[in-house]
């Protein structure tokens, strides 16, 4: 057993120096070449080689350095992702009680409220950049306002009471999509902020899988093709988050921000006129009210912690 288990390491430390070790090797042939073709290597063609060498190696270096922090937020993102396959197919055995989505609603708008208030609005404060936070929080207001009245009215124009409602699907998608690019974006805050994020939209997620995949049901759609739905909409948060992600790279502080008051405003968004109206179309109770600050108290409990 410790033969395989030693190549097994072995075979893992080379995979992950790969991009270090190939331009060291290419350099170095490309040295080596030279010295055979000429006993006395032109000094020219010497300095060419070593400064390939470098050039390529710097270029992986950059390469390997940049890829972890977008491959962690996606994998972040695949925790939603999952809740949402998970929930389309619960749908089918399980619904939960109004009383019980409501309360979870609650909670998880706390966590998105607690983590807006402690990870992303301190960041947008550090800068005093009050054109960038005007404009992005413009953006996202307005942009939530329009994607609203989008799904509304792709919703309202479905026609037919049984088989797939594209309206429904599309609304959901864009949702999805939405929520997708906001984990990426609260990762511009900091790590555990957008870790925060993401765990909330996650209850969330969870919730929208369960509904839709009902919905889908109630209009008679075979189980099948509701899974298959849920899978192909779950797919939608990891590419959001990749696009988020992508705005992590290279921006000038200005961009940065505005991209942060974006976030700030469409989560606030999320919070107020979807969880929190969603959690109100049952009858609220004091419990169920209690569980909001629940979520926000956990917060900031944790932030405690890791302090």
């Not at 619904?95 to 990870?119: C, L």
């Not at 974006?185 to 993401?198: D, Q, R, T």
Request: proline content about 4%.
């Amino acid at each position: 057993m410790g033969t395989p288990l030693i190549a097994f390491r072995l075979s893992i430390v080379l995979f992950t120096r790969i991009p270090i070790i190939a331009p060291q090797g290419l350099g170095f042939a490309f040295a080596f070449y030279i010295n055979r073709q000429k006993e006395k290597p032109d000094f020219i063609l010497l300095e060419s080689a070593r400064m390939f060498h470098y050039a390529v190696n710097y270029y992986f270096k950059q390469k390997t350095t940049m890829t972890p922090s977008i491959t962690f937020i996606i994998l972040y993102s695949l925790m939603p992702a999952a809740l949402m396959f998970i929930g389309g197919g619960l749908a089918s055995i399980y619904q939960p009680g109004n009383q019980i989505t409501s309360a979870t609603q609650h909670f998880a708008a706390g966590v998105v409220f607690a983590a807006v208030a402690k990870e992303l609005l301190p960041k947008i404060g550090a800068y005093h950049d009050s054109i960038a936070l005007i404009i992005g929080f413009s953006l996202g207001v307005f942009g939530m306002l329009f994607l609203k009245w989008l799904a509304s009215r792709l919703e309202d124009l479905e026609q037919q009471k049984k088989g797939l409602s594209w309206g429904l699907l599309t609304a959901v998608g864009i949702d999805l999509l939405v929520d997708g690019i906001l984990i990426g974006v609260s990762f511009l805050a900091g790590e555990k902020g957008g870790i925060l994020i993401a765990i909330a939209l996650s209850i969330e997620i969870f919730f929208l899988g369960l509904s839709t995949t009902s919905t889908l049901g109630a209009r008679q759609v075979s189980a099948p093709i509701r899974l298959l739905a849920s899978f192909i909409l779950a797919l939608l948060i990891p590419i959001g988050a990749g696009l988020g992600a992508s705005l992590l790279i290279h921006l000038p502080q200005t961009v940065t921000n505005v991209i942060l008051s974006f976030g700030v405003a469409a989560l606030l968004y999320l919070v107020t006129e979807e969880l929190l109206i969603e959690a109100h179309e049952v009858r609220e109770t004091p419990l169920i009210t209690l569980c909001f600050f629940v979520g926000f108290l956990l917060i900031l409990l944790l932030e405690g912690l890791a302090a």
